[in-house]
């Protein structure tokens, strides 16, 4: 088994869940998906076990970047400036 691959995929499980909570979870996310793309490079080079695990590594990891960036973009466009005001105070 790939340890990259597992490692990708536990990096996505926290990424997820850390998205919600701070920003931190998109950075986890970054290097998650980096970490997935390898290891599937890997394990095509060396003939390991383990492409599952990464692919659910790198689908984790690409829902963990994502959500916020949906999530932010129908803030932008459906939020109108009166609303940002209202949620800062």
């Not at 990424?15 to 909570?21: A, D, G, H």
């Not at 701070?22 to 390898?38: E, H, K, N, R, S």
């Amino acid at each position: 088994m790939n340890t990259k691959a597992i490692f990708s995929l536990i990096l996505g499980s926290v990424s997820i869940i850390l998205t919600f909570l701070t920003p931190l979870g998109f950075i986890f996310a970054i290097v998650g998906f980096y970490i997935g793309f390898l290891s599937l490079r890997e394990i095509h080079k060396t003939g390991q076990q383990g492409r599952r695990v990464a692919i659910a590594g790198l689908t984790c990891n690409t829902l963990a970047i994502t959500i916020p960036l949906i999530i932010m973009i129908i803030h932008l466009l459906f939020l109108t400036p009166a609303d940002f005001r209202l949620v800062i105070s």
